[in-house]
Every structure is written in C-alpha cells, then in structure tokens.
C-alpha cells in the first residue's frame, strides 16, 4: 500500500528531527564558499556570517545528518555543529569517516559498472547532498548523457542541492519521500528526464535504515522493483547489526539519536531485498570488498570496520 508522508503512522517517521522541513518559502543558495572539513565549534559564527550559500531560515547550530555525511566524505557544506557530533562519533567509532567514504565509493563503483552495463538513468534514493564525487558526475564521466534524478525527503537538503545541480540539465533533485514510489514515478521532473519505459538504476545507498518500520521499508523496495523494466538495476546499502558490528553500534546509535532515527538490520533482511534481482557477484558483501578498484582502497584490508553490506541485483 502506498502510504504518504503526512498519512504514514508516527512510529514509521524517520529521517531528521532537526530541520527538517523549517523552512516555507525556502530560498536557494545563492553562492558557495569552500569551507572543508574544520573542527573548530567555535567557527560556528563565522558559519553564520559568511557563507552565502547558506538558504534562509536553515537551523545551523543543530547538527543535521545529511550535512554529517557530507563532511565525513569530505564535502564542504556543514556547519560546525554537524563537525562536532561527526567528531564525537569518530572518538567511539574511529573507522567512522573510513566506513563513510568506503560507501560513498562503493556508490560511484557500483554507478560505474551501471553504466558500463548500458544504464544511463538513475534514480538515486534519499541522496543526500550532492557532495564528493557526485552520482550525476560519477555516471557522466563514463556517459555524458547519463541523467540522475536525486530524490531526498529533506528541504534541507533541496536548498543546499539547487545551486549545485542548476548548471546540469541531466541531472535534478525533487523532495519526496522514498517510500511514495507513485508520487516519485509521475514526477514531472522524473517522468521529463527519465525514460521509465527503459532500464533503469535505482540507488538506495544509506537510506533505507531511515525508514523505521520493516513491512514499510520491504514495500517500498518491492516497490521500486515492479516498477522497474527487465534489464534495470537495485544499488543497496544498509546497516546490519550482527556479532561484528553490535559493540560498535551499540555505542555508536545513541549519539545518533540527537538528529535522526536509524533501523539497523539482520543480514537475512537486507538480502530479502534482493529477491527476485540476480545478484551481481561478489553477493552482498561489506563495502570496501564490492568490486574494489584498487589494493589502496579504504577499509580494503580491514573491511569488517564497515558495519554494513551492499549489493548490487539485476532484474531478469
Ligand atoms: C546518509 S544520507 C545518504 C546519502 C547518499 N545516498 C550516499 O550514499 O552518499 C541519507 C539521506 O537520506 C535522506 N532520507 C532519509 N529518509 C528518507 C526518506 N524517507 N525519503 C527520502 N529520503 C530520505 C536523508 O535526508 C539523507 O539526506
């Protein structure tokens, strides 16, 4: 059953708790300033006053999870606030930045084979920011008519999104729930760049374990796969708690808990996403050992450290 945001039950409610939609009538960044990775929290005034890519009305000294993200892969919208909770993860989780950017690689690996496979429109779920090493740039690299449609739930997100993405007509990011998957499908913007009709590739990188309830999660990616054509493909990464990963999250899950709700889980879940896709090999796998590219790869030689698995399905 279809559910939307504003009838889905309370229990069900994900995402963050901070920013989440604070801002009607949001205007769009109308600069960016490079500010990378500072750990100082007492920039946070100087956050303030110079970046003039920062959207009206944005609640800055909240930390946000998707500007988390984008600092731990080396981005450089995030405020101090977002620095300081990152940092405080990294002091009980230190493989923290590592795992992130190990899944941010696994992305641009696995949107590479995509297109290698002849897939040349995305539909990237909950994306986050368009941060380091962007899909649209990742698949566009290898086909400069590959299309990408972002869909994030977050306005937030949106505002930091526009400027960015406004010089690419290929690529574009509607604000939608993930779990609306007829409101994303007759999208003006998704049915104007997309063509449904053909293959596609549906991205859900770190963004399903935002969607708390499990039969809610299951129907959106069964979903996503009876809507997709013969020859399209699911990208999937997810939190999995098991013997490896239960201390570190353990400890690492209530310092979340300031600015988003997560649902971790088991193995045998993640894989029933894949039913009915013929999983690309390796299988489902941690991150740093999906198709590396390279001996340096992060988290390569410890890929343990990375406290999910990914994969890749087909649809026969
Ligand atoms: C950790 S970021 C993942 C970024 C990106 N997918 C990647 O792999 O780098 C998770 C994103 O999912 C978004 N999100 C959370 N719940 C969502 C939902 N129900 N629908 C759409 N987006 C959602 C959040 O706003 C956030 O930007």
Known sequence: MQTGAATRPARTRAGPKVGQDPLPGLCCPSGLVPHRQTTNVKESMTDRTERSWVPDGLLMDKPHPARMYDYLV?????????RQLADAVGEVYPHMRSG????????RRAVRFLVDQGIDQFLDMGSGLPTAGNVHE???????EARVVYVDNDRVVLAHSELMLSADPRATLICEDLVNTDA???????????DLSRPLGVLLNAALHYVLDDEEAQDAVDRFKHR??????????HPCLDETSKEILDRVLP???????????SLDQIRQYFDGLELVDPGLVRAPLWRPEAPDDVLLDQPEQYLGFVGVGRKP
Do not use: C, M
Not at 138 to 144: E, G, L, T, V
Not at 184 to 194: D, G, P, Q, S
Not at 228 to 237: A, F, N
Not at 255 to 265: A, G
């Open 74 to 82: 080396g981005g450089f919208h995030n405020f101090a606030a977002d």
């Open 100 to 107: 992130t950017v190990a899944q941010r690689a696994f992305l």
């Open 138 to 144: 990742a698949a566009q690299a290898a086909n400069p």
């Open 184 to 194: 994303i499908f007759n999208h003006e913007e998704v049915v104007a760049l997309l």
């Open 228 to 237: 997709l054509v013969p020859g399209s493909y699911l990208v999937l990464s």
């Open 255 to 265: 310092l979340y808990q300031s600015t988003s709700d997560t649902k971790v889980r």
